[in-house]
């Protein structure tokens, strides 16, 4: 403690430890940094005393001038407690480093000391003064029990009372007879007299009670300045303030200590004195609400005390209340009105000396007013017992003004609950809530809104046996015939059924229907059962299939097979499936619902394909058809067996493998040599480009068994390829759902619940939710802000207010922040350009400065994209170094060195890792020694002689040798003499033994092999439709795989959608072991006794014994046969298991590779994966157990992609998109449409009612440009930054919409769509804005399909200066931007079929790209309609931003001119790149001619109505002129119009340029400058030779001719004409400025 020198401070003034004249007393450390400038509150950097323990801080002065006896001094250490001589009931402690004076305190010396208050909020002596020991000690100052803080006046002294000093009766004394002891009165005959010259402490006011009949001044204001007074600050966050008096104590805070204790309750005695009622106070466990003890009690003793989520526990998991333990506690009364103990806290010995509870979690010092949130949280975690003894709360709740449908569905779940079900005590609480309100105005209503079953959950379920016990437990039922809402829960019941829920999908169940008619008979006339007993759900929505011949029973998830069965296949059957749904009864229905729904969405297109393969009605866009595939080898590598087959060359001979991506890695193949009677699923392994393009062969890999038997070589397939669907990208999802327990899932309740109750990480608890914010509001603090940021605070608390104050960050911002940092579950919801990724680069960054000590894993962030993947990662390495990226397919720089393989190659492996695996790789030689000695023999159709010693016996065989000496005769000898006998026997010899023996020279045509045959397979030839020759095939083919910009867009989407985390080709290695496979594999015994002769099926060579050589040489021949049918099946029966265990040594390197890997990413901070790698490396996510998850674009991640990233031990999940664009994309629509699959866990948990926020001030577009969102958005905000972008150059408005009606192109065999009318328009307006000033980077083109995309790129390659133009999907660019954006929106047909354009998300992705301009080109018409589509187009008409002809600006004179088509912008940029000679211009009932169109486009010149000067509001526009009113203009006096231009020089000139000055400002220049110099001549039009076969020219600078009338660009005149009555333009050119500049209109016909 810090002493006090003479004039440091007065009273009730702050005194710091650092003010004028301080010093530091003994126990104190730290430097002082702030105390030389004397402010009492400048102290820094001084930390607790050793010996003080009250901290070296401003403290507050409580009391001064008391008196005291030393009762105790502690041996150990310098300090001990002083009894208070003045009444007060507590003893006050006292460090001997706060006595002053030079003597020495002992024992029951007499003291006089002051009270002040330490930082850790507790009561301390101070300035502590040894008195004489002469000195009385009842003389000692008079002070009311109630505890006063004397004024400045004077003291209190005797009968006659002077509030002067020394006693001086002088105005404000009291005289008389009074006495101030506690609970006294003013005697009769005393008065006070005079007014009071100041209060008795600083807040004024008299202490007790003045008379019987007196005002209570002190506690009156007491409780005015409870603000003021160090007692003031309540204890609880969740009540009102508990005033505390000056020595701590808290108002209505009583201790106790416990006496008894039984299984849940106890009692407990009194201390200090206590107010209230007499003997011991009864509690019960459940009223326990923390411990402020470090103890936590001796285990098995008294009462054990387990809180929610750990809180207020110390950390401890639970504690015990033992005999003799101090507690503080709240008097309250229990639901029959006798008195009980309620907020108890366990506290350590002697608190209650202090009078001061500790304040480390939530406090409870008022719970007269605790909120209803607090109040239900509280009910909910009672058990049975517990709920049973608070009946007065229960009935407090539903009687609440504050009480609404989702308390409700609590309270019902609380009441249908077992423990309460089946307790004869509950009858009270059924009748509280019969009685209730709640029951009577909401349970109607919210079974109505349950009303869809399958969105209900269990609530219906709970709702009936709630009701079902109301009855049955009330005295009477018939009483309350027309109370109950029967009526409405049947048909909520009904409904239930019929829509198919979790819980009826299969009917009603037994106990649903045993309560419904229980109730059916007590109220007959209400509960009509006939429709609900008898419905049942539609059968039409349970399979995704849409022509099918059965519907099956789905298995339970963990046993159903992730390949399609052959039933599904070839029967055309499927499985039932059942919806996505809001809410969840069971986490196995859950989890199953994920796998049928994702394995149903690549399962449909391939039972489609099939059927249409078979049909002869496929496409070759969706299915690739392989005729005449075999197997020619087995290869044994580090990932397991693989075979290799060969395709026939003539039908892959034209496809160009380095480019396209066909038999790509991880396609699905399925393989079938019975006219798909039976069926081989494999995927591509390896396709190396060399060997297919020289050799046809392709590495295959069976998904789940190594090896089958059926895939064997001799065998002739026809393999299909399907591309519609990627099945790498869901094989490992299905796997990693398929292993996933129901225990495994974290955050059931969230997931599974309507409504989910918000909760903190597990890992932040209220005594370490300290957060540290230095680094993370460093970047965004305001310059001039008025105060500075707290940096450091309680997240769970409330915010500082004074954060928005000084930081330059939007308060949903800042409330997205707090709101990730805060709940278990964060869900934060960014509409365009409104910074989702700093929000989430800030909420990484707090993560990773405060959890350090509390994570044990490194966090886990999630991307869809590789793309989306490194900006992320990329932003967090600029605070955070230590990160991981798992995946190859990164295309940043930065991110490759983080590279997880790149890091684990950096990284020494140990001595244990190299023996570990010499011991796999030499377990691995040896297997493969075994493998290719058994594929030798399998595949060898001849008998060695070490099969033959097996086969035979070793008489035996000395007999067949015997018998060729014989046979030999005479030249036996030659035999005899190299080979002594039998034993001495080797292949050559027994080679020569069997060619004799069969008679044969040629051993291998006896073995019994097929022959090679299709198997009824369809042939190219015979497929149903094909009737194009070979030759004409492989054009279709060469035209559909060569085009490499058709391939790029193909599978742009495919990665974009899938974005399969895809290995790099794999090329042959060093490790690798090939068998080749030359021969047919042998048939099975019945299948070779089946061709047999009758007579010869019971011949059997054993019977034979030693006379194999005295046989007829058929059955000879059919002993060999035999033998070579016994050799091979033998070793063929071997190869299944060494398969396998070739397959385990791959797993266990596997494995060792992983710890290694393990090893590094234990030692990150930051690991990020996509989503796809997600579900791959789920072995070893398992292992790294991830505590924090988050998921970056998670509107776009299918459910069951975040349900596999998710671990047991993950506490807190983060997820961070916007459902309100891009969902997440399915192969099969109707899983969409009809089963949800496309609703993401963002928006399913947001429509569920869970807390979320959600960012609402843009950054990215113009004002003008956002407007058109504003409906989606409504509450959206543009930041003051948008307002000052550039104006447009090139165009004459911010944003406008180009309508057309031209037609869209036939589809031919494409599903996608495309406009050539719009490609041509597009690709001349990206010509011309590049001409005006842009560079290619600043302009995206943007169409929702990929047929215009490919359309769009083929004809911007024309133009060299636009080729750089990115061209891409909708979907392909969400999360993207640039600064101007134009959107080809393709659909124009007779129909009016909007297709993608109806899609509201997929318009609000397109819409929110643009920064600077945005230009659609499309079909108004179409849209109309369509809500979202009609409020953009009535905002656009609002300013006239919408019309058949664009405005465009000249760069060169300023002039404006509207075009309508591409031949219109081709006359402005001098570039015959973009003419089209009427391309695309398809209207009804509209000749084809060329001709005909442009001559009618421009014979309409001039007939256009005008626009007005000036736009909405008056704004000032560039003049828009007709083409004959600017001619008017510009003739001037002579009436000759200045024009002519020969066409044949400007292509002359364009020849001699390249690049963008191709048609750039330099021809145009120079067109200009001729025309200015021909003053009114006219250049004639010289005829190309197209004209004379009636080919129209194309419109040039010029004027034209008289015959074809086309359009004529001049510069624009600025102004008035000159004096000698010449344009004066050359002047002008260039002054953007000048006022008011001319439009031309190229009128024409329809485009």
């Known amino acids: 403690m810090v002493r006090l020198e003479k004039g440091s401070g007065k009273l009730g003034d702050d005194v710091s430890s650092t003010g004028k004249g301080g010093k530091h007393a003994k126990g104190d450390k730290g430097n002082d940094k702030g105390g030389k400038k004397g402010s009492p509150h400048d102290g820094k950097g001084v930390e607790k005393g050793e010996k003080g323990g009250k901290g070296a801080r401003p403290e507050k002065l409580v009391k001064q001038g008391l008196r005291g006896k030393i009762t105790k001094l502690f041996e150990d250490k310098p300090s001990g407690f002083i009894q208070r001589l003045d009444g007060g009931g507590k003893d006050v402690y006292f460090d001997l480093a706060d006595v002053v004076g030079e003597d020495a305190v002992e024992l029951f010396d007499l003291v006089d000391f002051d009270i002040v208050e330490g930082r850790d909020q507790r009561f301390y002596a101070a300035r502590v003064k040894k008195l004489p020991k002469d000195t009385p000690e009842e003389n000692r100052s008079l002070k009311s029990s109630t505890p006063l803080t004397a004024s400045k006046a004077g003291s209190l002294t005797g009968g006659g009372i002077s509030l002067g000093p020394a006693g ?134 008294g009462i054990e005390i387990t809180l929610p989520h750990g809180r207020n526990s110390n950390g401890f ?123 009577q105005t909401s349970l109607r209503t919210t ?89 049942r759900a539609k059968k039409e929505q349970r399979s995704a299939a849409e022509d099918y011949t059965e519907l099956l029973e789905a298995d339970y998830y963990q046993d159903m097979p992730i390949l399609p069965t052959s039933a599904e296949m070839l029967g055309q059957c499927a499985f039932e499936i059942q919806e996505n749904m809001r809410t969840y009864e069971k986490c196995e229905d859950y989890i199953q619902t994920h796998f049928m729904l994702l394995r149903e969405d690549y399962i449909e297109p391939l039972r489609a394909g099939i059927k249409l393969f078979m049909q002869g009605r496929h496409s070759p866009k969706d299915l690739h058809v392989y005729t005449g595939v075999r197997v020619v080898g087995m290869l044994s590598t580090w990932e397991g067996v693989v075979y290799r087959v060969e395709l026939p060359k003539a039908q892959i001979r034209s496809i160009n493998w380095e480019k396209s991506k066909q038999l790509m890695y991880g396609s699905l193949l399925c393989l079938s040599d019975d006219s798909f ?125 004074t954060l928005l104050q000084s930081l330059d960050i939007d308060p949903s911002q800042l409330a997205a922040i707090q709101h990730a940092l805060t709940h278990a579950m964060a869900l934060i919801q960014g509409p365009p350009g409104t910074g989702k990724t700093w929000v989430g680069l800030k909420i990484v960054q707090a993560l990773l400065d405060n959890t350090r ?24 390495f600029k605070f955070c170094e230590r990160i991981a990226r798992i995946g190859s397919r990164s295309k940043s720089e930065l991110m490759k060195s983080r590279n997880l393989k790149e890091l684990v190659g950096e990284l020494q492996p140990s001595k244990e890792y190299f023996q570990a695996r010499k011991g796999l790789m030499d377990r691995r030689d040896r297997l493969r020694e075994e493998f290719a000695k058994l594929l030798e023999t399998v595949d060898s159709h001849t008998v060695d002689a070490m099969s033959a010693r097996a086969l035979l016996s070793e008489r035996q065989f000395q007999a067949f040798y015997d018998g060729y000496l014989e046979y030999l005769g005479e030249s036996a000898v030659k035999v005899t003499s190299a080979y002594e006998d039998a034993d001495a026997v080797d292949d050559e010899l027994w080679d020569k ?95 070779h006794l089946d061709k047999m002769r009758p007579e010869m099926r019971s011949f059997n060579w054993q019977e034979e014994g030693d006379q194999l050589w005295r046989l007829p040489r058929e059955q000879r021949r059919e002993t060999y046969r035999q033998w070579l049918l016994e050799n091979h099946h033998e070793a063929r029966e071997q190869l299944p298991e060494i398969a396998r265990q070739l397959e385990r040594n791959a797993e266990s390197r596997a494995a060792l590779e992983r710890d290694r890997k393990l090893e590094l990413l234990r030692e990150m901070e930051v690991v990020g994966m996509t989503t796809t790698a997600v579900s791959k490396y789920q072995v070893l996510l398992k292992e790294l157990r991830p505590e924090v998850v988050i998921v970056e674009e998670a509107a776009e991640v299918l459910e069951a992609h975040i349900l596999t990233a998710l671990h047991p031990r993950t506490q807190h999940v983060i997820l961070i998109g916007d459902h309100q664009q891009l969902r997440p994309s399915t192969a099969v629509y109707r899983l969409s449409k009809c089963f949800h699959l496309d609703v993401s866990l963002f928006e399913r948990l947001i429509k569920n009612g869970a807390d979320h926020v959600t960012l609402l001030q843009q950054r990215r577009m113009h004002p003008k440009i956002s407007r058109l969102i504003r409906p989606y958005y409504p509450e959206l905000r543009d930041h003051s930054s948008t307002s000052n972008y550039p104006e447009i ?359």
């Open 677 to 801: 009677e039976t069926l081989i699923w494999a995927t591509v392994w390896r396709r190396d480009a060399e060997r297919m393009a020289t050799e046809a062969q392709l590495d295959i890999r069976l998904p789940f068994e190594p090896f089958d038997d059926r895939l064997s070589p001799g065998k002739t397939f026809c393999c299909i390829e399907n591309v519609t669907i990627y099945f790498e990208a869901y094989r490992h999802v299905l796997i990693a759902l398929q292993s996933l327990r129901p225990t495994d899932v974290p955050f059931q309740h969230t997931l599974m619940s309507p409504q989910p109750e918000p909760i903190p990480p597990m890992f932040l608890k209220a005594e370490s939710d300290m957060f540290h914010f230095h680094n993370v509001f460093a970047s965004c603090e305001k310059v001039d802000a008025p105060v500075n940021a707290p940096k450091s605070f309680k997240v769970l608390q409330e915010w500082p207010p």
């Open 993 to 1087: 033994m069997m060619r004799a023996w069969l008679e044969t020279s040629n051993l291998e045509k006896f073995a019994p092999v097929q022959q090679r045959v299709v198997g009824g397979l369809p042939t190219l030839d015979q497929l149903k439709g094909d009737d194009e020759s070979d030759d004409d095939v492989d054009k279709k083919a060469k035209q559909i795989i060569d085009d490499a910009e058709e391939e790029e867009a193909e599978h742009e989407q495919h990665d974009r959608k899938l974005d399969v985390e895809q290995v790099e080709p794999k090329k042959p290695g060093t490790g690798d072991f090939c068998a080749e496979i030359k021969n047919a594999w042998l048939p099975y015994w019945d299948d």
């Open 853 to 876: 000590e509390v994570r044990h894993s490194p966090i886990l962030v999630v991307c869809y994209t590789n793309h989306a993947l490194d900006q992320f990662l990329e932003g967090i």
């Open 317 to 439: 998991k639970s504690f015990w209340l033992n005999v003799d333990d101090e507690v503080s506690y709240v008097m309250s009364k229990d639901h029959l009105g006798k008195p009980c103990a309620v907020d108890i806290r366990k506290e350590r010995k002697g608190a209650w000396r202090t009078g001061r509870r500790a304040c480390t979690g939530p406090r409870s010092a008022a719970v007269r007013r605790e909120s209803l949130k607090d109040q239900m949280k509280r009910l909910i975690e009672m058990d049975a017992d517990q709920v049973l003894h608070n009946a007065s709360l229960f009935k407090e709740i539903l009687e609440s003004p504050e009480f609404n449908p989702s308390h409700l569905c609590k309270i019902i779940s609380l009441l249908a609950s077992k423990e309460l079900v089946e307790d004869t005590r509950s009858d009270s609480l059924y009748r509280i809530f019969l009685d209730s309100s709640a029951m």
């Open 168 to 301: 001086g009766k002088k105005p404000g004394s009291l005289t008389g007879g009074l006495s101030l002891r506690p609970g006294s009165a003013l005697s009769p005959g005393g008065s006070l007299t005079g007014g009071l010259g100041g209060g008795l402490r600083p807040g004024g006011g008299l202490g007790g009670s003045l008379g019987s009949g007196g005002s209570g001044l002190v506690g009156e204001s007491r409780r005015e300045d409870a603000g003021k007074t160090p007692g003031g600050p309540s204890c609880r966050d969740d009540g009102p303030v508990a005033v505390e008096d000056e020595e701590g104590e808290e108002d209505g805070v009583e201790w106790g200590r416990v006496v008894s204790t039984r299984e849940r309750f106890g009692f407990l005695h009194r201390l200090g004195g206590s107010a209230g009622v007499s003997g011991d106070v009864f509690f019960r466990a459940a009223d326990v609400v923390g411990m402020n003890s470090s103890e936590p009690g001796e285990a098995g003793k």
């Open 1289 to 1647: 150059m090139g165009v004459d408005a911010r944003t406008f919409f180009l309508r057309h009606n031209s037609f869209e192109d036939d589809e031919g065999e494409s599903h996608s769509k495309s406009n050539t009318f719009e490609a041509n328009f597009i690709s001349a307006l990206c010509s011309h804005l590049v001409v005006s000033g842009y560079e290619e980077s600043q302009i995206t083109v943007l169409s929702p399909y990929l047929g215009q995309v490919r359309t769009l790129k083929a004809k911007m390659r024309r133009d060299p200066s636009i080729m750089n133009v990115l061209v891409t999907a909708v979907d392909n660019y969400q999360g993207e931007e640039n600064d101007i954006i134009v959107i080809s929106l393709v659909r124009s047909n007779r129909n009016r079929s909007m297709g993608f354009l109806a899609v509201e998300n997929r318009i609000n992705v397109a819409l929110t790209r643009a920064r600077h301009g945005m230009f659609i080109v499309g079909n108004a018409d179409m849209l109309r309609g369509h809500k979202l589509w009609e409020s953009i187009m009535n905002e656009l008409h609002s300013d006239r931003s919408i019309a058949e002809r664009m405005p465009l600006i000249d760069k060169t004179t300023g002039g404006v001119f509207e075009v309508k088509n591409a031949d219109d912008i081709s006359v402005l940029l001098d570039n015959p790149l973009h003419r089209t000679s009427g391309e695309g211009d398809t209207f009804p009932n509209r000749g084809n001619s060329n001709h005909g169109a442009v001559a009618e486009r421009w014979a309409e010149l001039g007939k256009d109505d005008k626009i007005d000067s000036r736009g909405p509001k008056g704004r000032d526009r560039r003049e828009r002129l007709t083409l004959d009113e600017y001619r008017d203009r510009d003739r001037g006096s002579s009436g000759v119009y200045s024009g002519g231009y020969d066409d044949r020089a400007s292509r002359a000139r364009g020849s001699q340029k390249s690049g963008r000055d191709l048609h750039g400002g330099d021809a145009i220049r120079e067109s200009r400058g001729r025309a200015e110099e021909s003053s009114g001549n006219t250049y004639p039009v010289v005829e190309e030779e197209g004209f004379a076969h009636g080919h129209a020219p194309h419109p040039s600078k010029m004027e034209a001719d008289g015959t074809h009338p086309e359009s004529q660009l001049v510069p624009s005149k600025f102004g008035d004409a000159s004096d000698n009555g010449s344009s004066d333009v050359g002047k002008r050119v260039g002054k953007k400025k000048q006022k008011p500049s001319n439009k031309v209109v190229m009128a024409g016909g329809e485009a």
């Open 447 to 535: 079974i109505i809104k349950h009303s869809a079953g399958k969105h209900s959950g269990n609530f219906l379920e709970e709702c009936l046996k709630c009701l079902v016990e109301v009855v049955l437990r009330h005295p009477s039922p018939q009483e309350l015939r027309g109370q109950l809402p029967l009526v409405e829960l049947v048909e909520a019941w009904e409904v239930s059924v019929r829509e198919g829920s979790s819980a009826t999908k299969k009917g009603l169940p037994d106990d649903i229907k045993q309560m419904l008619l229980c109730l059916q008979k007590k109220f007959p006339d209400e509960m009509n059962l006939d429709r609900v007993l008898g419905v």
